[in-house]
C-alpha cells in the first residue's frame, strides 16, 4: 500500500529520558510525543515492543504476542495507589545516558511486585472488572506466557527443555498443578501485562490524537526460551528433546565477517501452512493492536532464509532453504485484509524478495548511509536520484552507527562523493542526511533520534554481530538543540511532509 508523505523518529521507548533507570510509558514518552507534533512529525518509529531476552536484546522475546513490562510507568501505579510515594523514588546511582540492566530489571521488577501484590489485596471493583476483562480478551496467549514465566522463575538458568519432562512436554496434570503452585507468580504476570496494554493503549490514542502514528517492528524471529515455542513446539525445528536442530542468522556481510549466528529457532513452515498459517495470522493481528503501522524485520527470511546447524558456533555454514513466500502473506491478507506494512529488505536480497515484496506492496527501505562511495553496483540503489515512492528512507537504521560517526569514520572519496552529490560544506553531515532523506520521493522519511542529536558512535543503539553492549542508549532533554523541532517542522514544510488530516490511510497508487 502507498503511504501519505510524512515523516518521523525512530526512538525505542527504553531509550527516554526519566527517573528510573530506563525510559517507560510515563510523562517523558507523552512529552516526546508533544514535541514531536510540535516538528511536524507523523510518525514515532520503534523497536519490539516485547519483553527483552539474551543479550538484553528486543529481537529476543519470551513471547511474540506479550509486552515489555520494564516500560511499565511506576509513577501511574503510585497514582492508582498500588505503590506508595515514598517507595517511587529516582533509582539511586542512574546513568541518564545509558541502561544498567543488572541493577534496571530488578529493581523495577520489585516494584511491579509490590503494585501486583496491593492490587490482589485492595484493587477497587471497577479495577478488578477491568483486569478479568483482560485475562478474559487475551486468554489464547497469555495464560501460557504466564505460566511460562512462573515456571522459568521456579527453574533459574534452565531451559525449558530442561525441566522437568511432565513440564517440558506439557503433561495436562502437571500443568494444573503447576497452575495451582504458582499461582501468586501467574497473578503477577498477568497484571504486569495488563499494566502494560493499558498504559500502552493510552500513550498510543495520546500520539494518534496529536497526528502521530506509531511504526511497530514485528522480528520474523522468536527466542527457544520463549513461551510460545514452549508451547507449540510442533511450529519450530526442534528435535524430540526439544532443542533447535536448526537456527537462525545470516551469511558473512558488511556487519560480521563470520556471519550472524542469532540463535533463534526455526519455523516448521509445513506445520504452519498445515493450520492456514493460524499461528501468523494471530501474531500480525495482535500486533496491530498496539501499533499503526508494522516493519518486518528480515523479510527476506519469508522468500528464503539462512539455515544453520545448531552444531555450528558460526553462521558460516548455513545454507538457503526456501520460505513460505505468498502463501503465508496470501493467508494474511485474506484473514486481516491489505495491512500497512513496510518490509525490512536489506542485505541480500534477490530477485524473489523483492517480487514478494511487490507482490504485496509493501514499501522496502532506503538507508542513505549505504548510498555514498566508490562501491557501486546494488549500493547505488539507495542513492536518493534511485528512490522510489513506495520506500521507506533512513539516514540509518539502529544497526548502523550514527551519522556522525559513520561520517567519521569513511574514507575521504566517500565524504566527497557526498558533499559534491548534496551541494554541501560536510559540516553538518546528520542534518545533510537528514534533509536528503525529506527531500527524497520516498513516501517515508524516518530519522534516528541520535541524529537529529548529533551524536557520534558512542550513542549508537545496537552493533550487530556483538552479543553484549546493546541496546542500552539513552538521551536527556538538555541534549534536544533548541531549534530541533523548529528544523524538523520546516523540513517537512518544504518538502511536503506535513501530518496528514486524517490517520494513516492509503493512497492512490
Known amino acids: 500500500m502507498r503511504f501519505p508523505r510524512s515523516s518521523g523518529v525512530l526512538l525505542h521507548p527504553t531509550s527516554l529520558p526519566g527517573p528510573h533507570g530506563s525510559g517507560d510509558l510515563g510523562a517523558s514518552a507523552y512529552h516526546f510525543v508533544d514535541w514531536l507534533a510540535a516538528g511536524g512529525q507523523s510518525l514515532w518509529q520503534m523497536l519490539p515492543l516485547g519483553g527483552i531476552g539474551a543479550g ?39 546513568d541518564a545516558h545509558r541502561v544498567d540492566f543488572a541493577t534496571v530489571i530488578p529493581w523495577r521488577m520489585a516494584h511491579l511486585a509490590r503494585a501486583a501484590q496491593r492490587f490482589a489485596a485492595a484493587g477497587s471493583v471497577a479495577d478488578r472488572a ?23 522463575e521456579a527453574h533459574p538458568g534452565r531451559d525449558w527443555c530442561d525441566w522437568p519432562a511432565p513440564l517440558a512436554c506439557r503433561e495436562a496434570a502437571a500443568l494444573d498443578a503447576a497452575r495451582r503452585v504458582h499461582a501468586v507468580r501467574i497473578a503477577f504476570w498477568r497484571f504486569g501485562q495488563w499494566c502494560f496494554f493499558r498504559q500502552w493503549a493510552a500513550l498510543r490514542a495520546y500520539a494518534n490524537e496529536r497526528r502521530v502514528h506509531i511504526v511497530g517492528d514485528m522480528p520474523i524471529f522468536i527466542a527457544h526460551q520463549s513461551a510460545e515455542v514452549w508451547a507449540r513446539p510442533d511450529l519450530f525445528e526442534l528435535d524430540a528433546t526439544g532443542r533447535p536442530t536448526v537456527v537462525a542468522g545470516v551469511p558473512p556481510d558488511l556487519f560480521a565477517e563470520t556471519g550472524q549466528r542469532w540463535g533463534n529457532p526455526l ?16 501474531r500480525v493481528r495482535r500486533t496491530f493492536e498496539l501499533v499503526d503501522i508494522v516493519r518486518i524485520d528480515h523479510f527476506r527470511g519469508f522468500a528464503g532464509y539462512w539455515e544453520i546447524p545448531a552444531s555450528e558456533p558460526t553462521a558460516m555454514h548455513g545454507r538457503w532453504v526456501p520460505g513460505p513466500a505468498s502463501a503465508l502473506f496470501r493467508a494474511i491478507t485474506d484473514a486481516l485484509g491489505e495491512l500497512p506494512v513496510i518490509a525490512e529488505d536489506l542485505g541480500v536480497i534477490t530477485p524473489d524478495v523483492e517480487a514478494l515484496r511487490v507482490e504485496f506492496g509493501y514499501p522496502g527501505m532506503r538507508i542513505l548511509q549505504f548510498a555514498w562511495g566508490e562501491s557501486g553496483g546494488a549500493e547505488t540503489r539507495f542513492l536518493p536520484h534511485h528512490h522510489v515512492p513506495d520506500c521507506v528512507v533512513y539516514t540509518g537504521s539502529h544497526d548502523n552507527d550514527t551519522t556522525l560517526g559513520w561520517w567519521a569514520g569513511v574514507p575521504e572519496a566517500t565524504r566527497h562523493h557526498l558533499r ?7 559540516r553538518t553531515p546528520h542534518w545533510d542526511l537528514m534533509r536528503a532523506a525529506c527531500a527524497s520521493v520516498a513516501d517515508l522519511a524516518v530519522h534516528p533520534m541520535q541524529d537529529v542529536l548529533g551524536l557520534g558512535s558512542e550513542h549508537r543503539m545496537n552493533f550487530p554481530g556483538t552479543p553484549t553492549g546493546n541496546w542500552s542508549w539513552r538521551f536527556t532533554w538538555d541534549q534536544v538543540p533548541s531549534e530541533a523541532a523548529a528544523r524538523l517542522r520546516r523540513m517537512a514544510q518544504l518538502y511536503e511532509r506535513l501530518p496528514a488530516a486524517e490517520g494513516i490511510a492509503p493512497v492512490a497508487a
Open 56 to 94: 538484553n536484546s528486543p529481537y529476543m522475546s519470551s513471547s511474540a504476542f506479550a509486552g515489555n513490562v520494564l516500560l511499565v510507568d511506576l509513577d501511574e501505579l503510585q497514582r492508582r495507589g498500588w505503590l506508595l510515594a515514598g517507595e517511587v523514588t529516582a533509582l539511586e546511582g542512574d
Open 130 to 152: 477491568e483486569y478479568d476483562a483482560f485475562c478474559a480478551a487475551h486468554a489464547d496467549w497469555l495464560d501460557d506466557y504466564a505460566l511460562y514465566m512462573a515456571l522459568a
Open 267 to 282: 519455523y516448521r513452515w509445513s506445520a504452519h501452512a498445515g493450520e492456514g498459517y493460524r499461528w501468523w495470522i494471530e
Open 420 to 426: 559534491e552529490y548534496l551541494a554541501t560544506d560536510g
